[in-house]
């Protein structure tokens, strides 16, 4: 199975600051990476696929880059709803596998 | 536009079984692959089965092979998880996911809100 590896687990950031997650698989995924944003209470939220694409009606302050093994996403300027749980997939191969999450907390 | 909902979940004992629905509306279903991810805080999100459009194709992760079973029913706009011999660690909140194709591969593109299944004597 492919491991996804991110980080960090949890971040504290303030309204403005931009904002990187990092990602990293066990081995080489090409560029088939998704991100995925996720509130209390809710399914998750599409961001970002295809390592870079941006999901039709998401932000452009979202933004996604990395091939082979290693993957950003980044949040140009933190704005209050962005406060939540972020995620990486990969979906090179089954089992499809997800990163542990980073929650992301007002400071 | 898009909405998934599903149901079905509830406590349920060890051993027992349980059959979750996803009903899905404002896309046209029956061109889209589906898949079933649940959710703990422990072991977080884990992938567990995707069905194609026409069913030919379900494969399912090791923690539930010969224990759950995906279907679906074009007709009805639906998809289902079959959960047989159920454990304690199976509790989790259970999501549908839909597959969206991209350049020979998918991801999900839209998610239900989930439904909670607890297995507890």
């Known amino acids: 199975d492919i491991q996804m590896t991110q980080s960090p687990s949890s971040l504290s950031a303030s309204v403005g600051d931009r904002v990187t997650i990092t990602c990293r698989a066990s081995?080489?995924?090409?560029?088939?990476v998704a991100w995925y944003q996720q509130k209390p209470g809710k399914g998750p939220k599409s961001l970002i696929y295809?390592?870079?694409s941006l999901q039709s009606g998401v932000p452009s302050r979202f933004s996604g880059s990395g091939s082979g093994t290693d993957f950003t996403l980044t949040i140009s300027s933190l704005q209050p709803e962005d406060f939540a749980t972020y995620y990486c997939?990969?979906?090179?191969?089954?089992?499809?596998?997800f990163g542990g999450g980073t929650k992301v907390e007002i400071k | 536009e898009v909405q998934l909902v599903e149901s079905g979940g509830g406590l349920v004992q060890p051993g027992g079984s349980l059959r979750l629905s996803c009903a899905a509306s404002?896309?046209?279903?029956?061109?889209?692959?589906m898949n079933w991810v649940r959710q703990t805080p422990g072991k977080g999100l884990e992938w567990l089965s995707f069905?194609?459009?026409?069913?030919?194709?379900?494969p399912y992760a090791d923690s539930v092979n010969g224990r759950f079973t995906i279907s679906r029913d074009n007709a009805k706009n639906s998809l289902y998880l079959q959960m047989n011999s159920l454990r304690d660690e199976d509790t989790a909140v259970y999501f549908c996911?839909?597959?969206?194709?991209?350049?020979?591969?998918?991801?999900?593109?839209?998610w239900g809100q989930g439904t909670l299944v607890t297995v507890s004597s």
């Open positions: 996911a839909r597959s969206r194709y991209y350049n020979g591969w998918y991801y999900f593109d839209y």
């Open positions: 404002g896309f046209t279903f029956s061109t889209f692959g």
């Open positions: 295809a390592a870079s």
């Open positions: 997939q990969q979906y090179k191969s089954y089992p499809l596998t």
């Open positions: 069905i194609s459009s026409n069913s030919a194709s379900t």
């Open positions: 081995q080489g995924i090409s560029s088939w």
